[in-house]
């Protein structure tokens, strides 16, 4: 006999995951990791026997609840689901399944629809930041066709504006959490800084690289991948981390001069696969360091970005992510006190996803 559990398929930016309401869930974490294990088909490099699509950027989930923050609408949980390895990590969260967050919250009566389009805020428990997200709900309805677009993603839907509200600290308790814009870690200049992502950034050129690289091409370069996860672990504890070795953070991020006339290039590592883009908070996080000045960002970016509104346009492999950014002079620093940016999601599947007899153990 399988249980049945109410679950909804959707992709969130350039991600795809599951969102479940935490009531259907176990209580118990060990059980409830063992449920989402099941259902994503883990440990398995194919996920063969579940739902997840054998990528960490398809092996997500988001649970949501009613808000535990006097300013938010609803609770969003962030849960990353090793595909060939037996964990669970809530050590991040996720920008890109939060493009969903807000279609759900109003499909399942957190937020009331309004006219045209809907604006709620939303609390990430992973970090205790707030977000403000606004969907398009036509006739007190939520959309999901639309003609906006977003690289990564073929085909265009309705336009999802995020806006993050002081997350710089989230995870790391400060912006730039060794203390320093840049510091030498195993002979390399690194930039570590958390505005919503713990980063590191890394100058592609360091590396013997020309920051055109596929994914595919740093994922097979043995000696980078040993060099980048050695600066790595080094790192942790100087971030406020303590010990990585086994956490999804911080991400490692290769950076070089534009190639299609944005910003900045990247190359990330999340931490031992190249994202094929750039993930939300880890964009946030990067656009940031290019307007701090003496990163290893902003070296590369240049520009002159003076206090007020900045469009960043940070390049990945397959395509570009552009954020506007408010920048602000404080105690003679410069701080990011907003940064908000285009996303798209699509409700793909919604019903029961089944568990096998003795995963959750009053079956």
């Given at each position: 006999m399988q249980r049945a559990i109410p679950a909804t398929l959707m992709r969130g930016g350039t991600s795809k995951g599951i969102y479940f309401h935490a009531k259907d869930l176990?209580?118990?974490?060990?059980?409830?990791?063992?449920?989402?294990?099941?259902?994503?088909?883990?440990?398995?490099?194919?996920?063969?026997?579940?739902i997840g699509g054998a990528h960490p950027l398809t092996s997500k989930v988001a649970i949501l609840s009613p808000p535990t923050h006097p300013d938010a609408d609803i609770d969003y949980l962030f849960l990353q689901v090793g595909v060939?390895?037996?964990?669970?990590?809530?050590?991040?969260?996720?920008?890109?399944?939060?493009?969903g967050v807000g279609a759900w919250a109003i499909e399942h009566g957190f937020v009331?629809?309004?006219?045209?389009?809907?604006?709620?805020?939303?609390?990430?428990?992973?970090?205790?930041?707030?977000?403000?997200?606004?969907?398009?709900?036509?006739?007190?309805?939520?959309?999901?066709?639309g003609e906006a677009s977003i690289d990564g993603v073929p085909g265009t839907a309705a336009p999802i504006m995020i806006t993050f509200l002081d997350v710089a600290g989230a995870t790391c308790g400060a912006l730039l959490p060794t203390g320093n814009i840049s510091d030498m870690v195993e002979g390399v200049e690194v930039t570590c800084i958390d505005n919503g992502m713990p980063v590191v950034i890394l100058s592609a050129e360091d590396f013997g690289l020309k920051g055109n690289e596929t994914p595919a091409d740093l994922e097979q370069n043995e000696d980078l991948k040993q060099k980048v996860e050695k600066i790595r672990l080094a790192v942790g504890p100087l971030m406020n981390l303590g010990d990585v070795t086994h956490k999804t953070i911080p991400k490692m991020t290769l950076v070089s001069a534009p190639l299609e006339g944005g910003t900045l290039s990247t190359r990330t590592f999340i931490p031992h696969r190249v994202h094929e883009a750039i993930g939300v908070f880890g964009a946030v996080s990067v656009a940031?360091?290019?307007?701090?000045?003496?990163?290893?960002?902003?070296?590369?970016?240049?520009?002159?970005?003076?206090?007020g509104l900045s469009t960043i346009t940070i390049e990945h492999p397959t395509g570009a992510f552009h954020l506007d950014m408010t920048v602000s002079q404080k105690n003679g620093q410069r701080e990011v006190s907003e940064a908000a940016l285009l996303r798209t999601a699509r409700k793909i599947m919604a019903g029961d996803v089944f568990i096998p007899k003795g995963v959750w153990e009053d079956i």
């Open positions: 176990p209580a118990d974490k060990t059980t409830r990791d063992r449920v989402l294990r099941s259902i994503l088909g883990s440990p398995d490099i194919r996920q063969i026997d579940g060939d390895k037996a964990t669970v990590q809530d050590g991040q969260t996720c920008g890109n399944l939060l493009a009331e629809a309004h006219e045209e389009e809907t604006t709620l805020r939303v609390h990430l428990t992973n970090t205790g930041a707030l977000t403000k997200i606004r969907v398009s709900t036509p006739e007190g309805t939520v959309q999901y066709d940031t360091a290019s307007v701090l000045p003496g990163s290893v960002a902003e070296k590369i970016a240049g520009g002159d970005h003076k206090p």
